[in-house]
């Protein structure tokens, strides 16, 4: 599966911006999904994940409230929202699928297909 990350930027702090990870592949739609970040110097960390039904969301606690993660399994994407950004949200964002429903969304070990990332800028 080729994930496709789009949409990150240079926003300045408190501005909005919209992530998407797209797929041609038609069983994206079984998958479960994630976003993942890397600052740097840092180790990557889980963001947000949501299942493959979108029936269930999950978020990190530094961005709980402020980001909002959703699916069109019908354009085989996930969204990313972020909204009030902040400079330490600055960092390269990747999305991430899993091919076993089961494992826990917040484990990096537990995705098997990496987007190449895009970087979001927040400036104070």
């Known amino acids: 599966v080729q994930l496709q990350a789009s949409g990150g930027g240079l926003v300045q702090a408190g501005e909005s911006l919209r992530l998407s990870c797209a797929t041609s592949?038609?069983?994206?739609?079984?998958?479960?999904v994630a976003w993942f970040r890397q600052a740097p110097g840092k180790e990557r960390e889980f963001v947000s994940a949501?299942?493959?039904?979108?029936?269930?969301?999950y978020y990190a606690d530094s961005v709980k409230g402020r980001f909002t993660i959703s699916r069109d399994n019908a354009r085989n994407t996930v969204y990313l929202q972020m909204s009030s950004l902040k400079p330490e949200d600055t960092a390269v964002y990747y999305c991430?699928?899993?091919?076993?429903?089961?494992?826990?969304?917040?484990?990096?070990?537990?995705?098997?297909?990496w987007g190449q990332g895009t970087q979001v800028t927040v400036s104070s």
């Open positions: 949501i299942t493959w039904s979108g029936g269930f969301t």
């Open positions: 592949e038609r069983t994206f739609k079984t998958k479960n």
């Open positions: 991430a699928a899993a091919r076993n429903v089961l494992s826990s969304l917040r484990e990096i070990t537990a995705y098997d297909y």
